[in-house]
């Protein structure tokens, strides 16, 4: 059932993956910053961002958004903080 996908820079990154290492990169109120949603703001989890995400695709894609400005080499943005 896999499929590649060798043009897709998000091809095996999951969104808990994509958040986790973006909290720990920025920490809850860092991405809150960047990203403005509550789940983020109002006593903010993993679990509660990812049920957030997970429904939202808004959301989600603003977070896959900084994601790859974040950690991508390919980026146009490099690895430069966002």
Same mark, same amino acid.
């Given at each position: 059932? @896999?499929?590649?996908?060798?043009?897709n820079?998000?091809?095996g &990154?999951?969104?808990?993956m994509?958040?986790?290492?973006? &909290?720990?990169r920025?920490?809850? $109120?860092?991405?809150?910053?960047r990203?403005? &949603?509550?789940?983020? #703001?109002? $006593?903010p989890s993993? #679990? @509660?961002?990812? #049920?957030f995400?997970r #429904?939202?695709?808004?959301?989600?894609?603003? &977070?896959e958004?900084l994601?790859?400005?974040?950690?991508?080499?390919? @980026?146009?943005?490099?690895? @430069?903080?966002?």
């Amino acid at each position: 059932m @896999s499929q590649e996908q060798p043009n897709n820079p998000l091809h095996g &990154v999951t969104i808990e993956m994509a958040l986790t290492r973006l &909290v720990d990169r920025y920490g809850w $109120d860092g991405l809150a910053q960047r990203i403005d &949603v509550n789940c983020f #703001k109002n $006593d903010p989890s993993i #679990k @509660s961002s990812l #049920k957030f995400l997970r #429904k939202t695709q808004w959301a989600r894609d603003k &977070v896959e958004h900084l994601y790859l400005a974040t950690f991508d080499r390919a @980026s146009p943005w490099g690895r @430069s903080e966002v």
